[in-house]
């Protein structure tokens, strides 16, 4: 599907423990059965080990070096030190993936302009900050799980999930430029 350009970018935000990873990890597969390239950025708000310990790149990236990359036939993967005083950026980990992608969903940066679903646990509200961040696509009532389980999403709920954003990629205007197309709320759904 991708015509050279920018791909579209997709927030998923909510609550820690929501079920965005869960969510996500259910409708890569049905996008990418459609023939869509996607990717996704995460938000580690409580930063994250990359590589595991005492593999050789993880002992040279210890050593001190500012940067490590590791290549095989089949994957690459960059670790680069970054200064803590610097703020985590949507364009700069966007500026990080391949070229032709579709769409890059992106968990959390839920303070981010982009547009996004929302995931709301059972018994609660949308967060302010959720909705009037970034125009919203739909909200997602997230299924009732047993405390520690993840939430289980039906089949049906992530496909028409993923019908809705194939429609919504549908209906954007592709250009170079990287900005993210406006979404009327009027798109506004919940599941």
């Given amino acids: ?5 920018e791909p579209r970018t997709i ?3 909510g609550n820690s423990n929501s079920g965005k990873t ?19 950025v995460k938000y580690a ?5 990359a590589d595991c310990p005492g593999k050789d790149s993880h002992r040279l990236y210890t050593s001190g070096a500012q940067a490590v990359a590791v290549i095989s036939d089949s994957q690459i993967a960059t670790f680069e030190r970054r200064d803590a005083q ?6 700069e980990a966007l500026a990080t993936l391949p070229d032709g992608l579709d ?16 995931l709301v646990p059972p018994d609660s509200m949308t967060r302010r900050e959720h909705r009037e961040s970034g125009p919203v696509l739909r909200v997602i009532r997230v299924p009732e799980s047993a405390p520690g389980e993840k939430p289980v999403f039906s089949a049906d709920i992530v496909h028409s999930i ?3 954003i194939i429609a919504w990629l549908q209906r954007q205007p592709f250009s170079d430029r990287k900005e993210h197309a406006p979404v ?3 798109q506004f759904r919940c599941a």
Avoid: D, K, Q
């Fill in 1 to 5: 599907m991708n015509r050279g350009t």
């Fill in 162 to 164: 993923a019908t809705e």
């Fill in 103 to 118: 769409l890059v969903l992106v968990e959390g940066f839920a303070w981010e302009p982009i547009p996004r679903l929302i």
């Fill in 184 to 186: 009327s709320l009027s």
């Fill in 11 to 13: 927030g998923f935000v």
């Fill in 86 to 91: 610097h703020s985590a950026s949507l364009e």
């Fill in 45 to 49: 708000s409580h930063g994250f080990e």
């Fill in 22 to 40: 869960t969510l996500l990890e259910e409708l890569i597969p049905v996008l990418a059965a459609r023939g869509l390239a996607v990717a996704t």
